[in-house]
């Protein structure tokens, strides 16, 4: 319902591309790249033919009101739809290298929007998803209902049709501009605010905002191009820098201090509610001797590589005992 309105707006714009290069349906890798595919020449007998004419806009939106149904797509033993949308997100050419795939796309330009809960989002993002970098291609947008309107809102026609004139002009601009370069006011900004952008960050949270500095420059130079600006100016930085914010507070919010590690994370739930200390044994009891002791010495080195946590060793007349405590950091 929420994307009925942008809808009406991008329809008086460029009603063409709200027909043909708005979709939905997200299932397979070799499925979105056929929704842009380039000519599919079939090569037999020396001759070449043309088998299919393709897509001429690469353009495409994809709009799923469940995310949670690519997720579990995605999940799939051979179903490459997450390397594709990795590819796609960095601009590289899409050729699924898989026998019978016939449609390439040498030139993408492929945009995702995808609705889901809190609960569905935490148990269908795998371990692979935040480790392989699928996860920190999305900006994670935390939204709810702000008003109770049992007759829907009214937008005021004159005002949508003002603003479907601004953003037509503001596409005539960016259609001519093939550089975009920083602002002299701007540099010093960005040189600022990058150094903690582009840090490395513990645990899953840090994994799925890795990507910070370059989704604040894309949103900066939307921003620019959206004002008919060819340079990022300090205004345009200033909101990119503002909306990457409420993404990585809604990251935190949504993922919290987990590790993405089920063993590591649980290990960390234990030391944070243990005043005194916590044993190796205890740790293994924990688990109802159900891990590994290489699994839980693997998750504590990785506790304690991340600043999470520490061990010393405790005296008992004997073996001395391993005590580990949480450092309280994240």
């Known amino acids: 319902m929420s994307f009925g309105e942008v809808r009406r707006i991008t329809s008086l714009v460029e009603g063409d591309w709200v027909e043909q290069c708005c979709v939905s349906g997200l299932s397979s890798g070799e499925g ?52 594709i949308i990795r ?44 480790a392989n970098g699928f996860a920190n291609r999305f900006l994670w947008v935390c939204a709810a209902r702000s008003r109770c309107l049992p007759f829907g809102g009214n937008v005021d026609r004159h005002a949508i049709l003002r603003l479907a004139a601004s953003i037509r002009e503001a596409i005539d601009f960016a259609r001519n501009v093939r550089d975009i370069t920083f602002g002299l006011d701007t540099r010093e900004q960005w040189e600022s605010v990058y150094p903690d952008l582009s840090a490395a960050r513990p645990g899953l949270l840090g994994a799925v905002t890795a990507r ?45 201090d987990k590790l993405g590690d089920p063993t590591a994370d649980q290990i960390m739930r234990l030391l944070r509610g243990a005043v005194g200390g916590v044993t190796r044994n205890e740790i293994i009891d924990h688990f109802k001797r159900n891990k590994t002791s290489s699994e839980i010495s693997r998750a504590l080195t990785l506790l304690q590589s991340l600043g999470l946590a520490r061990s010393c060793s405790v005296d008992t007349g004997g073996r001395p005992a391993e005590l580990w405590f949480s450092t309280g950091r994240i």
């Open 32 to 83: 979105l790249i056929w929704a842009i595919r380039d000519p599919v020449v079939d090569r037999q007998g020396g001759e070449e033919k043309i088998a299919d004419l393709g897509v001429t806009d690469k353009r495409l939106l994809v709009q799923e009101g469940e995310l949670s149904q690519a997720l579990q797509a995605i999940a799939r033993d051979g179903n490459t739809l997450s390397a």
């Open 87 to 130: 590819l796609a997100w960095d601009g590289a050419p899409l050729r699924p290298l898989t026998k019978n795939a016939k449609g390439a796309c040498l030139l993408p330009h492929i945009s995702i929007i995808g609705h889901i809960t809190v609960a569905e989002l935490q148990r269908l993002l795998t371990t692979t998803d935040t």
């Open 212 to 256: 910070a500095e370059a989704q604040t420059l894309r949103l900066a130079m939307i921003y620019a191009l959206l004002d008919r600006s060819a340079s990022i100016q300090p205004q345009h930085l200033r909101a990119a820098l503002a909306v990457w914010k409420y993404c990585e507070d809604s990251a935190r919010f949504i993922f919290g």
